[in-house]
């Protein structure tokens, strides 16, 4: 528990100084829970533990959040496109927690980012169908989220004409584009939003150690007991010899991939047990090593990763005030609004690599800048591109 007589900014505090305490700690306590992978999903159920006034320990290989969860739309949203796929439960459940965390929880990161559905130019009875369509769709998407304002964090839904559109994105192209709807979603720096997690877990009293990899599992009979870790940062005792080093783990074939403890002779003088009553696995796209650490277990988890791309442009090669949600073939295709720049993405495909570091094909690039560039009025290149990244869905 955190000593009260310390403010909780700096209990959290993520610093060499905590760093060194925390790794005493991992080798000499033992924790309720150990949670191994440092993304949303990791440092969320370690805030959720910790606040439960549970004894809890978070580590993670490389940095926070440097995973998928720094990859990503950097949306908190519902999923508008989920409720064509009838899945209700899912949508309602992502909308309340969508305001929760703008009006409770995170409004300090969480903030209402408007888009355009574009209604096409296209036949009089086309026309109403799909405006009556997409706004029904639009209209349930807002009642999901709740009717009482407060509660909901975002503003409601508005039908507009094509020049209300084109009022608000001047960008889009005139002669396709026929009207649009204008709802709201919230936007964070995911990033940032993950190191919150983590610190705030921290100001809790978790133990939180970046650098530290876990290697394979400890059991007593089938019990899983704790974890073999390895500190693999650059100040630690194993970047002195290649063998272990961080490099290598990573640009092997993941963070995961060195395997049980000592398999592969390797960092064994650095090695240790982190105690633990109950093990999670927060490590997405590499849940499958930590599967295969339990032969026996009946359903061996496989992971299989799908890739997306997002495009990055300046502010400057677009002009719109709104974020766009496009529909593609495949799925639907986001233009943000992300300060000086818009994120354009994103893809989907089968990514059978390296998952530490996944990479956009020039496939990629020409399949986003064609699904955008059918709606804007000039049209982007290749030489508008500042900057590409790609993350892995599990
Ligand atoms: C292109 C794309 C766009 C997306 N957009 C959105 C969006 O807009 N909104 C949204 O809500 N979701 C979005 N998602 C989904 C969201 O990003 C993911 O669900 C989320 O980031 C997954 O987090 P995670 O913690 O499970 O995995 P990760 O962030 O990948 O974290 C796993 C961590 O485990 C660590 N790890 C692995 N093995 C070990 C080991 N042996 N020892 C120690 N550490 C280990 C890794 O280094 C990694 O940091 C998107 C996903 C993609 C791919």
């Given amino acids: 528990m955190r000593d009260r007589s310390e403010s909780r900014y700096a209990a959290g505090a993520l610093s060499p100084q905590r760093r060194e305490s925390d790794l005493r700690r991992l080798r000499e306590e033992e924790f309720d829970v150990l949670v191994i992978g440092g993304g949303v999903t990791g440092a969320g159920a370690a805030l959720d533990a910790a606040s439960r006034g549970l004894k809890v320990a978070l580590i993670e290989v490389n940095d926070l959040a440097s995973g998928t969860s720094s990859r990503s739309s950097k949306l908190i949203h519902g999923g508008l496109r989920y409720l064509e796929q009838l899945e209700f439960p899912l949508v309602h459940e992502a909308l309340r927690e969508r305001g929760l965390l703008a009006t409770l929880l995170a409004p300090h990161l969480v903030r209402p980012v408007p888009f355009l559905v574009p209604l096409p130019q296209e036949a009089v009875v086309k026309k109403v169908w799909r405006r009556l369509y997409y706004g029904a769709g639009v209209a349930l998407y807002d009642a999901f989220a709740g009717i009482i304002r407060q509660g909901r964090g975002m503003p409601l839904h508005k039908h507009l004409s094509a020049g209300g559109a084109r009022r608000l994105f001047p960008s889009l192209r005139e002669a396709t584009t026929a009207g649009a709807i204008r709802y709201y979603d919230g936007q964070v720096d995911d990033a940032r939003f993950v190191v919150t997690l983590a610190r705030t877990a921290a100001s809790l009293g978790a133990a939180v150690v970046t650098g530290v990899s876990a290697r394979g599992l400890v059991r007593d009979a089938r ?5 073999t870790v390895a500190d693999v940062s650059a100040s630690g005792p194993a970047a002195t010899g290649p063998a272990g080093s961080r490099g290598e783990n990573v640009s092997a074939s993941g963070p995961a991939a060195s395997g049980p403890a000592g398999s592969r002779g390797e960092n064994t003088a650095n090695e240790w047990t982190i105690r633990a009553r109950t093990v999670i696995a927060a490590t997405g796209v590499w849940s499958s090593d930590v599967s295969s650490w339990l032969p026996d277990a009946r359903v061996g988890l496989r992971v299989r990763a799908s890739k997306g791309v ?8 677009i002009t719109g005030e709104v974020g766009l949600i496009l529909r593609t073939p495949k799925s639907v295709l986001f233009v943000i609004p992300w300060g000086g ?3 354009i993405g ?8 390296d998952r530490a ?14 699904e955008v560039n059918q709606v804007l009025e000039r049209p982007l290149t290749t030489a508008d591109i500042e900057g590409v990244y790609a993350g892995l869905r599990p």
């Fill in 223 to 227: 019990e899983v007991t704790g974890m």
């Fill in 310 to 317: 997002h495009l990055v442009v300046p502010r400057s090669a």
């Fill in 341 to 343: 720049h818009w994120i």
């Fill in 346 to 353: 994103t893809t989907d495909t089968e990514w059978t690599y």
């Fill in 357 to 370: 570091h996944p990479a956009a094909s020039a496939k990629d690039i020409e399949y986003l800048l064609d």
